[in-house]
């Protein structure tokens, strides 16, 4: 093993000067061929000839094992930087699913505290919207994807937890079209525009207006929020751009060239106009 290379290399010695005639060994003289016409003695040649076939032999094996090998290092390190991508989402997702704000269930408990003292008889649905909302997110924040009738229903009670605190000054319209069965979606990727639209669509000295509208058509959900800019003292606005920031991150991770996204907005209006494929 040591001397291969050394017989392989094109120039050896070996190759190009045969052995002296008396290491050779002789055929059994019962064998002996008879001498050529011209008297002289030819021998075989032992030993790989230098014509490049043992060459061509050695590449013929060790090409597909270098290729083999390349391949597979190139598989490993591919398959390990995927991996790393998918851990990075999953930890930004799992941040996105228990951003719901502290200051949220302050305002909420206020409310239902103020019903109470009032005794009006919205308390007690108050607190059974917020104990539906606490359930969903213990409950559904493990998961991938969920019954996109589940999470409308998490919407529409978040939604009614943030009625409680308003009033006659705010013009809210729900709009649901279409059947939600037997499709799944990424849960708690649409909650930050409903939060987003309250923050900035709601001021009880102002005449405040907002719509949401959920449309299922062929697989393709259509969710479309809009509200008029009543409110621009917001403490939290920064929170308010870090959280949409993840959700359009979030959206790009989930559904890759299955969702667009449409933003028209200006100094009194803001609209989001999402459209994702389900199927």
């Keep these: 093993m040591v001397a291969l290379p050394y017989l392989l290399t094109s120039g050896n010695s070996f190759l190009q000067n045969p052995p002296p005639m008396e290491m050779r060994n002789p055929m059994p003289s019962g064998n002996m061929p008879p001498p050529p016409m011209d008297g002289k003695q ?15 032999m050695i590449f013929s094996s060790v090409l597909p094992f ?47 505290y103020s019903l109470a003292l009032l005794k009006s008889d919205d308390a007690p649905n108050g607190i059974l919207k917020l104990s539906n909302v606490m359930r969903y997110v213990v409950q559904e924040s493990s998961k ?3 019954d996109l009738s589940k999470e409308i229903e998490y919407i529409k009670d978040y939604i009614a937890l943030q009625l409680v605190r308003t009033d ?74 870090v959280g949409l920031k993840n959700t359009f991150e979030h959206l790009n991770q989930v559904y890759p060239e299955k969702h667009t996204i449409t933003i028209n907005e200006n100094e009194e209006e803001y609209e989001v106009d999402l459209k994702i494929n389900l199927i």
Excluded: C, M, W
């Design 42 to 56: 030819s021998f075989p040649r032992f030993g790989p000839q230098n014509d490049g076939t043992y060459h061509q």
């Design 66 to 112: 270098l290729f083999s090998f390349l391949s597979s290092l190139f598989i490993f390190r591919n398959n390990e930087k995927k991996e790393l991508e998918r851990s990075k989402a999953k930890a930004e997702l799992l941040n996105l699913k228990y951003q719901l704000q502290p200051h949220f269930l302050f305002n909420i408990l206020n409310s239902i």
């Design 144 to 146: 991938d994807f969920v």
């Design 168 to 241: 006659s000054s705010l013009d809210f319209n729900y709009t649901e079209i279409g059947d939600l069965k037997n499709l799944k979606i990424a849960p708690f990727i649409l909650i930050n525009f409903i939060e987003n639209a309250f923050k900035y669509g709601f001021n009880a000295e102002e005449n405040s207006k907002i719509s949401v509208k959920v449309i299922v058509q062929e697989g393709v959900l259509n969710f479309v929020v809009f509200n008029k800019i009543v409110n621009t003292n917001v403490n939290e606005e920064n929170s308010l751009k």
